[in-house]
C-alpha cells in the first residue's frame, strides 16, 4: 500500500508538470512543438475511473525531457553523426506499424554503396514487447536510401573497404569528399557564421574525426566486426548555442518528424494508436538528441576523438586512431594544432583532465625532453618533488590569448605573475624556480615568448628582487641551513660528485650553485653570481680561503648574512644546505685547526702567538686556552655532518662514515669536543665513486647518506631529549671519532692548547698540495680511453681497452700513461708484489701513490714503467 501510494504521488507530481508544460508549449513559434503538442494534448491523461493513466502520462514526460534537452545551451558540443542512419530511411511501407511514417515511402530510394559491408550486416530485431523473442535480419534489408541525399553515394574515397585511410591530402588529413564531405560543409558554415562576430572573446574551434576501424562483438557469431561507421565531432564556439540549434546546424531533418506527428494527428485509430505512434517517435527523437552533447571535460572530449580519453583508454573496443586523421578548424590559434590543444598521449595512468594535458606537454616538450623536467621535477604529490601535476596545471590554466593573437595576453601575463608570486610567498616553489616553472607550465613557443617578453620578465625580476629584499631585511626571518663537510684522506674518490647528488636530491633537482676555490692571482669572490639557490657546494675549500667573521657569518644555521662582493653586497640568504669538500689526511681535524690557525682574523683572538713568521698555538696557558675553546664552540656547531670518504681496502669499493657534533649547542660548558657516528651511519658500497659511475647508481649512493644523515639526527635528537646534560660519546649506541681539535683539559675541567704532533700545521693549510686531484693517477686513468691498432692480436697485448683503466690497472693490465715519440706509448703496470696486496685486500699503500702521484711523477716499487707498440692512442675524457 505503500508503494502503491507513492507511485500515485509521483504520477501525480508527473501530471501536474506535464499539463504545465503542454500549457506553456501551445505557445511554441517552433513547427515541431506546435505538431507534437496538438497530439500530445489529445491524450488522456487519466482514466475514465479518475485513476492515473500511467503509459499516458510518462509518453508525455519524454516530450517534457525532449524540451529540456532541446533548450540546454552551451558553447561547447560533442556531436556524433552516423552514415547509415544519416543517408537512409526505414522500409516501413505498413500504415498501420506504429514506427510507420509517410515520409518513409515517398523519400523511398536506392541503398547507398555498401563501403564497409556495414549493409550486409545482420542485426536482431525482436518480435515481442517484451524482446524475449526476435530474428536476425541484414540491415539493408530493413533500410532504403533517402531520395533527397542520392547524391551522397559513399562514406568518402579517404577509406578502403577496412575503414583505413587512403587517400589524404597535402597536410595528410583524409580527403574530404562524400558524407565526409557533407558533414565537414556543416563545420565550415558554423565557423563562417562565427567568425562573423568580430568582437567575440572566446576562440572559435572544431574538430572532426571519421572513425571507421571502431570494432564491437557479436554474440551469435563469436566473431567481432566493424561498427557502423560515424563521425565525432567537437565544436567550441563564442556564444552559447541551444541543442535544437546545433542539431538543424548539422543537419539534423525535424521537418520529417513535424511532418509525422501532423499524420498522427490526423490517422491514429484511437488514442493508445496515437500514443503508440507519438511514443515512438519521441523515442526517435530522444535517441538523436544523446548524438548531441555538452562535454563535462573539454579536453577529454577532445583526447576521445582518437581514443585516448580514459574511457577509451580502457574499452578494448575502442581502436585507436591517428591525429592526422582529425580535420581541425582553428580560425582564431594560428600555429596551433590539434595535438598542441588535445594534448593527446599513450600513457592510459593519467588519461584524464587537466593533468594529462601536463603529463603530454611534459613528455614531448623538446625544452622538457632536453632538460628532464618530468623525470626530475614534477610529480603526483605535494613535496614529492619540486612541482605537481596540479600546480602545472593551475599555471597552465592562466595561459590565455586573445582571438587571433599568437601571445598571452596581458590580464593572463598579470594572472601568471600574481599566482607565481603568491606560490612563493607561500614556500610552494623557490625563487629559482620561474623559468624551469613556466617551461613546464606552457608550450615551448608560449613559453619561449613569454621569457623573452622583456617587460614581462623585468616586472617578475622587480617583484621577485622586493621579496627578496623584504625578507632578508626581516628580523624575525631565518634560513635554517646545515653544512655538511665531505673530506677524504685522497683525491678522485667521488666527495665533489656526493656532493652534487645529495644537493639534487635535497633541493628537488634544483642545481646547487657552486663556489669555486680561491686563485691566489685573483680577489676570492665566492657569492658574486648567487641567484637565490636552496644549495651551494664549496668544492676543495682551503681553512684560509674565508675570513674567520665571514665563516662565522655564512655557516650561520639561522643568520641571514651579506659577504661583501667586488660590486655590491650579496646575501646568499636562502641557502638551505651548504657541503664542504676537500681532502684532509685527518678530516675534520685538520679543517678545523687549519681555520683556527690561518683564517683571516684568528690572530688577534689570543689563543695564537708569532713564531719566526708562523703564527702557533699558545700551548699550556688556561687564558688562551678559553679564548680557543670558545672560537672552537662556535666553528663546530656551524659543521653540523661530517661525511669521511674512504676506498675499501681491496680498492673496489667506497666507505662512507656520517658523524656529528658530540654537544648540544646551547651555552653550557663541554669538557671535551668531537664528532660521533653510529654503525648505522656507516656503510661500504660496493663500487668505487668516479666518471664511468653511473648516474643512477650515484643517486642510489646520494640517497643512502642522505638516509644515513636523517638517521643520525634523529637519534641525536632523541638522545639529547632523554640525557640533555650528557654528550652523546657519552651515550648508548654512539661511537667517538675521537677527533683531535688541538685542546686539552685539566683536572679542573679548564682547557690548554698542545702543538700538534709530527708535520706543521702551516705545512698542511698555506701551501698547495703536491697533486691536485684532478691530475693525480686515479683521476686520470678513471678519464683514459685507450685504443688499439686495428691489426693486433688483442689476447696478446696485455692491454684491455673495455675496461676503466684503473680497473685494468688493478687486475694487472698495462694501462697507458704518456706518449713517447711517434708511435710508442709509455704504460704503467703492478708489479706482482703489488699485484699480489691487491688480490689479497691490502691495496691501501698503492692507492696512496696513485693519489700523490701525476702519469709523469710516477717512481715507486709497486709499478713499473714500459713501453707498448700495440696501442694505437689514448686520451684523457
Given at each position: ?49 479518475g485513476?492515473f ?11 517534457k ?14 556531436i ?9 530511411l ?36 525482436a ?15 530493413r ?8 547524391n ?36 565550415d ?23 571507421t ?18 563521425i565525432?565531432?567537437?565544436i ?43 511514443d ?43 591525429s ?24 592510459e ?7 594529462s ?22 610529480g ?12 602545472i596545471g ?14 598571452f ?32 607550465a606552457?608550450n615551448?613557443?608560449?613559453a ?6 622583456a ?31 665531505i ?18 636530491l ?6 646547487p650553485?657552486?663556489?669555486v676555490t ?8 665566492p657569492?658574486q ?35 661583501g ?38 690572530s ?42 674512504a ?16 654537544f648540544?649547542?646551547s ?12 654503525q ?26 642522505i ?22 660519546d ?29 708535520e ?31 691489426d ?47 688480490n ?38
Open positions: 500500500m505503500k508503494d502503491k501510494g507513492n507511485n500515485a504521488h509521483s504520477l501525480e507530481k508527473k501530471r501536474d508538470d506535464v499539463e504545465q508544460l503542454l500549457a506553456r508549449m501551445k505557445h511554441s513559434s517552433v513547427d515541431l512543438h506546435k505538431t507534437v503538442v496538438s497530439v500530445l494534448t489529445k491524450l488522456p491523461l487519466t482514466n475514465s475511473n485513476t493513466n500511467a503509459d499516458m502520462i510518462n509518453t508525455v514526460w519524454k516530450y525531457q525532449i524540451v529540456d534537452s532541446l533548450a540546454e545551451t552551451s558553447r561547447r558540443w560533442a556524433s553523426k552516423h552514415f547509415i542512419y544519416d543517408v537512409c526505414p522500409d516501413i511501407s505498413d500504415s498501420n506499424n506504429e514506427d510507420y511514417s509517410p515520409v518513409y515511402q515517398r523519400y523511398a530510394a536506392k541503398l547507398p554503396v555498401d563501403q564497409f559491408g556495414e549493409l550486409d550486416q545482420e542485426v536482431f530485431v518480435t515481442n514487447p517484451q524482446k524475449t523473442t526476435g530474428k536476425l535480419v541484414k540491415r539493408k534489408d533500410l532504403v536510401g533517402d531520395a533527397r541525399l542520392q551522397i553515394k559513399t562514406f568518402g574515397s579517404a577509406w578502403n573497404s577496412a575503414g583505413e585511410v587512403i587517400n589524404t591530402d597535402t597536410n595528410s588529413h583524409p580527403i574530404l569528399d562524400g558524407y565526409a564531405g557533407v558533414v565537414a560543409g556543416h563545420i558554415d558554423i565557423v563562417r557564421q562565427e567568425l562573423q562576430h568580430s568582437r567575440r572573446d572566446r576562440h572559435v574551434q572544431a574538430f572532426m574525426i571519421a572513425h576501424r571502431d570494432r564491437e562483438e557479436v554474440q551469435w557469431s563469436s566473431e567481432p566486426r566493424l561498427k557502423e561507421s560515424h565525432h565531432i567537437v567550441a564556439i563564442s556564444a552559447a548555442k541551444s541543442r535544437y540549434q546545433m542539431m538543424r546546424l548539422m543537419g539534423y531533418n525535424f521537418d520529417d518528424l513535424t511532418e509525422t506527428f501532423e499524420w498522427i494527428a490526423q490517422n491514429s485509430s484511437d488514442e493508445e494508436d496515437m500514443r503508440e505512434r507519438a515512438s517517435f519521441l523515442s526517435t527523437l530522444i535517441g538523436a538528441i544523446k548524438n548531441y552533447v555538452v562535454p563535462a571535460d573539454y579536453c577529454a572530449a577532445l583526447r576521445y576523438l582518437v581514443h585516448q580519453s580514459k574511457k577509451a583508454v580502457h574499452d578494448p573496443q575502442k581502436t585507436t586512431y591517428s592526422n586523421e582529425v580535420i581541425s578548424w582553428l580560425p582564431d590559434d594560428p600555429g596551433q594544432t590539434y595535438d598542441d590543444i588535445a594534448s593527446i598521449h599513450d600513457n595512468s593519467i588519461a584524464n583532465n587537466l593533468e594535458q601536463v603529463l603530454y606537454h611534459l613528455q614531448n616538450s623538446a625544452y622538457c625532453q632536453a632538460h628532464h623536467i618530468l623525470e626530475k621535477y614534477v603526483a604529490r605535494r613535496g614529492d618533488k619540486a612541482f605537481t601535476f596540479e600546480q593551475e599555471l597552465r590554466r592562466l595561459g590565455k590569448k586573445q582571438p587571433g593573437k599568437l601571445c595576453s596581458n590580464r593572463s601575463k598579470d594572472s601568471i605573475l600574481s599566482l607565481v608570486m603568491h606560490w612563493i610567498r607561500t614556500k610552494r616553489i623557490q625563487f629559482s624556480d620561474c623559468q624551469i616553472l613556466i617551461h613546464a606552457f615551448d613557443k608560449d619561449d615568448a613569454l621569457i623573452a617578453d617587460k614581462f620578465m623585468d616586472r617578475l625580476s622587480n617583484v621577485l628582487a622586493a621579496e627578496e629584499q623584504a625578507i632578508i631585511s626581516d628580523p624575525a626571518a631565518v634560513r635554517d641551513m646545515t653544512t655538511y663537510c673530506f677524504a684522506a685522497q683525491g678522485g674518490i667521488g666527495k665533489t660528485r656526493l656532493a652534487n647528488a645529495m644537493a639534487l635535497m633541493d628537488k633537482y634544483r642545481k650553485y657552486q663556489v680561491r686563485n691566489k692571482q685573483v680577489t676570492f669572490d657569492f653570481n648567487y641567484e637565490s639557490e636552496t644549495s651551494v657546494i664549496m668544492d676543495e675549500l682551503n681553512p684560509s680561503s674565508l675570513g674567520w667573521a665571514q665563516i662565522k657569518d655564512l655557516l650561520d644555521p639561522f643568520k641571514i648574512p651579506y659577504v662582493s667586488r660590486f655590491h653586497n650579496k646575501s646568499p640568504w636562502n641557502i638551505k644546505h651548504t657541503f664542504i669538500t676537500n681532502v684532509f689526511e685527518n678530516g675534520i681535524s685538520d679543517y678545523v685547526n687549519g681555520v683556527l690557525h690561518y683564517a683571516e682574523g684568528v688577534s683572538l689570543g689563543y695564537l702567538t708569532k713564531d719566526g713568521g708562523d703564527w702557533n698555538l699558545i700551548t699550556n696557558d688556561i687564558e688562551a686556552g678559553k679564548h680557543y675553546v670558545s672560537q672552537l664552540s662556535q666553528l663546530l656547531r656551524r659543521l653540523s655532518f661530517v661525511i669521511n670518504l676506498p675499501t681496502e681491496n680498492g673496489r669499493g667506497t666507505s662512507i662514515k656520517v658523524s656529528t657534533i658530540n648540544q649547542p651555552g653550557r660548558q663541554v669538557d671535551h669536543y668531537d664528532y660521533v657516528h653510529t648505522d651511519s656507516c656503510h661500504v658500497f660496493r663500487t668505487v665513486i668516479n666518471d664511468d659511475l653511473r648516474e643512477k647508481d650515484m643517486e642510489k649512493i646520494a640517497k643512502k647518506v638516509q644515513m644523515v636523517n638517521q643520525l639526527k634523529v637519534q641525536a635528537k632523541e638522545a639529547f631529549k632523554a640525557n640533555p646534560d650528557r654528550l652523546l657519552e651515550v648508548d649506541g654512539f661511537i667517538a671519532d675521537r677527533c683531535d681539535f688541538s685542546v686539552r683539559y685539566n683536572a679542573k675541567h679548564e682547557p690548554y692548547l698542545v702543538a700538534k704532533d709530527g706543521s700545521v702551516s705545512a698542511l693549510f698555506q701551501s698547495e698540495p703536491a697533486v691536485p686531484p684532478t691530475q693525480n693517477l686515479i683521476t686520470i686513468l678513471n678519464r683514459t680511453k685507450v685504443f688499439l691498432w686495428p693486433v692480436d688483442k689476447t696478446k697485448v696485455h692491454v684491455d681497452p673495455k675496461l676503466n683503466q684503473l680497473d685494468a690497472l688493478l687486475k694487472g693490465y698495462e694501462v697507458p700513461i704518456e706518449k713517447v715519440g711517434f708511435d710508442e706509448i709509455k704504460t704503467l703496470k703492478l708489479t706482482k708484489e703489488a699485484l699480489k696486496l691487491v689479497s685486500d691490502h691495496s691501501a699503500t698503492i692507492w696512496k701513490v696513485l693519489n700523490q702521484e701525476t702519469p709523469r711523477q710516477i717512481a715507486s716499487e709497486y709499478f713499473t714503467v714500459q713501453t707498448n707498440k700495440n696501442i694505437a692512442n689514448f686520451k684523457v675524457i
